[in-house]
Structures are given as C-alpha cells and as structure tokens.
C-alpha cells in the first residue's frame, strides 16, 4: 500500500495509542526499507537485520507511549534499531560478521557495468564491515540515511563532535581501501 | 590525527561548497560519494516485507490466565526477604546456627549461582516504592520496597540470579526513576536512563 497520502507520524502514533493497531502496519511501511538498509548495513547479513528490524518494531508499538515526541517517530525508531544492531554486535564478534548470508549470483544478462558495480558495492561492503561497529554506525547514519549530526545525537545518545569524529575516521579508512584498489 | 585533507569532510559535510573544492581533492569526494550511494542502493532481489510477521505478533492474543500462571510457575522469580526488628535477633542466631552446625558445604538458602541485590531509594513523599528491570520483565509491582521505620527510605532486598540487570524505581505506581546511586546508568533504547545492578554469586 501506498503510505505518501498517510497521515503525519503524529497523527499515526494517536491512532494507534487510542487502539487502532492495525495504524501501525502504516509505520512499519514507512520505514522498514530505511531501517532495513541501516541494520544490513550495521550487521552484514541481510536475514539478521530482518530480525533486529522486526524486533524492533514489536518493541517500539508495545513501548509507542514512551515515545515523547512522536513527529520524530523516524528518528526514535532508529534509536531502536540501533539499540538491537548493538545486542545482535555484542554477541558475537565483529570479525564473525558475515557479507551477505547469500553472495549476489551473476546474472548472464548483467553488463560490464553492472559487474564492475556489484565488484565496487563488495568491496565497500567489505572496507564497512571493517570498521568498528560505532565508525560504521557513525557513517552509515550521516552517509547513507542521510541523518543530521543533530539527528544521530538523538539516536546514537553520543555527543556531536564525538560523531564527527567517528565519521570522519571511517571515511579516512574507506577512502584508503578504496584508492588502495583503484 | 586526521589523514585526509579537512576539505574533504567540510565538502561531505556540506560545510564547503562543491565549487569551491580544490580539483585535486575532488576525486576523494566523488569516490566517497559514491561509495555511500552504492550502500543506499536497494538489495538486488525482492523485499520481503516484515509488515504481515510484525503485525501478527502485535496481534496474537495474550496468553489464557492458566497459561499465565504455567508460565510463572515454571520461571525462576525474585524471592524478596522482609526480616522485622523483632524477629531479625532470632533469624540471624538460627541462620548462624544452620550455617555452623549442617554438615559439609551445603549452603543454606542461596543456590550456586545466585546472589542478593539490594534496593535502596530515599522518596520521602511516596506512598509506594517498587523496583523492575530485566530481573523481573519491568513489571510494575511484583518487587516492593518498605519503608518500615517511616523515614523516606525504601529498601527491598532481593535473591536474584548472579548477572548484570538494567532497572528503575517506580514511584507510587506511575513515576519512574533511575536509581542515582547505582553502580552505573546507562541509556536504554527509549531515550531514559536506567541503572545497573551487578549480582555476584554469593558461593564461589
């Protein structure tokens, strides 16, 4: 279903807080690609990320109350997940941290381009997983969800310049890898 | 120490305009650009929505009160000791005379790997003192401390698995608080602080 004509998150949270559960699925479809993306990224595996995403999800609806301020429901879901991606790291040991849980087959009608781009995406990939968990989180926050420092403060809990930093040591790390294979 | 030149953060960070970059540096820029463009690109293949599992788990049903009570049951709980003025003199002499006079090492209440947790919090207005934290679900109301010479001080102690437990003090039913005095506070995934408890096991 389309979500662009839904209500603002606000109006969504009050739905779904004077019991109409069935709001949340319109939550769940205005997020969970983002939020999605953000857990692959941080995990490295795609069926692990759909785990933590879906956790958090069921956390967030049975704890939606304690969300104070529920136009920055994007921002306080990403908190979540952050939070999940974080106990999912914990247990087991970030060199265990697979690619992907299924390495993406070439497909006979893939051109030159489309190779050289699933050859590039690897070897990012890899440089990311290579990072430590709060460079990568740092990174992929800023650079591929496109948060504000003042966002990933909000979700992260860490001071901005401490962000800062973080994001400018992962990038100095991918940009090495990257012109080291150029 | 920074490794790159600080242009090329200030041009990631929209801090410098893209014109303004040096040529030299703008490679740099592109590549990480492009980098972070290839991680936002959809996984090739279909997406499975999480939408129908998520919503069945909201939906499915709260277990039957009989299957409730199995359940608390058969789970280990929080066994709160409350020892009178009165009768602490008897308690202690018969709990030195268990421990001094049974045979071997058999302990007396506390298994291998448990230990107690105490709970204190000065609220001289409350009414009621509850702890919860991830010993006990953050149920409201199965732990509650006493007040029992009426001086603001509410304490609980409690058996408790040996382990590290997040909680919160909850003031008369609705006001939760972290407890300040704790060993450590950390943040929890709704933007408050909880405090950490760290039960050691009592027999090593």
């Known amino acids: 279903m389309d979500v662009r004509g839904a209500p603002p998150d606000a109006e969504v949270v ?26 692959t990224r941080m995990l490295g595996s795609r069926d692990a990320a759909a785990d933590a995403v879906a956790e958090s999800f069921v ?35 970030v060199a265990d941290v697979p690619l992907d849980d299924a390495p993406p087959v070439a497909d006979p009608a893939d051109t030159e381009a489309d190779l050289e781009r699933a050859d590039q995406l690897l070897l990012v990939e890899r440089a990311l997983a290579e990072l430590s968990p709060d460079k990568r989180e740092a990174f ?43 | 120490m920074s490794v790159i030149d600080q242009r ?22 592109a590549q990480l650009a492009a980098a972070a463009e290839l991680l936002a690109a959809p996984p090739p293949g279909p997406a499975a929505s999480l939408e129908s599992r998520v919503m069945a788990e909201i939906r499915r049903p709260a277990p039957s009160r009989a299957r409730r009570v199995m359940r608390w049951l058969v789970t280990p709980h929080a066994i709160i000791l409350r020892v009178r003025p009165a009768w602490s003199v008897v308690f202690a002499a018969v709990v030195a005379t268990l421990t001094l006079f049974t ?23 409350a009414q009621s003192v509850h702890v919860v934290g991830t010993f006990n679900d953050w149920r409201p109301g199965s732990i509650a ?30 006001r939760w608080v972290p407890d300040h005095l704790a060993e450590r506070l950390v943040a929890d995934d709704f933007g408050r602080e909880n405090s950490i408890v760290i039960v050691r096991p009592a027999r090593r």
């Not at chain 1, 529920?70 to 991606?85: H, K, Q």
Request: proline share 3%; net charge negative; glycine share 8%.
């Open chain 1, 140 to 182: 992929v926050l800023k650079h591929v969800e496109g948060l504000s420092y003042e966002e990933m403060a909000t979700v992260t809990g860490e001071r901005i310049p401490t962000l800062k930093m973080r994001v400018h040591r992962a990038r100095e790390a991918l940009l090495k890898v990257l012109e080291d294979h150029a």
């Open chain 2, 145 to 174: 401390l006493e007040d029992q010479d009426h001086d603001g001080v509410w304490r609980a102690t409690v058996v408790l698995p040996a382990g590290t437990y997040e909680y919160m003090f909850v003031v008369d039913g609705e």
């Open chain 2, 8 to 29: 090329i953060h200030q041009a990631l960070d929209g801090e410098l305009a893209a014109e303004v970059v040096p040529a030299e540096l703008r490679h740099a820029v």
């Open chain 1, 14 to 39: 009050a739905l779904v807080l004077a019991g109409d559960t069935e709001a949340f699925g319109i939550v769940i479809r205005r997020y969970e690609a983002g939020l999605l993306r953000f857990a």
């Open chain 1, 59 to 93: 956390r967030a609806y049975r704890h939606l109350a304690s969300c104070r301020e529920p136009a920055r429901l994007r921002t306080w879901l990403y908190r979540i997940v952050t939070n999940r991606c974080k106990s999912h790291l914990v247990r087991r040991s």
């Open chain 2, 103 to 125: 045979a071997g090492d058999q302990g007396p209440e506390l298994g291998e790997h448990e230990g107690i947790a105490q709970f204190v919090g000065r609220f001289p207005e």
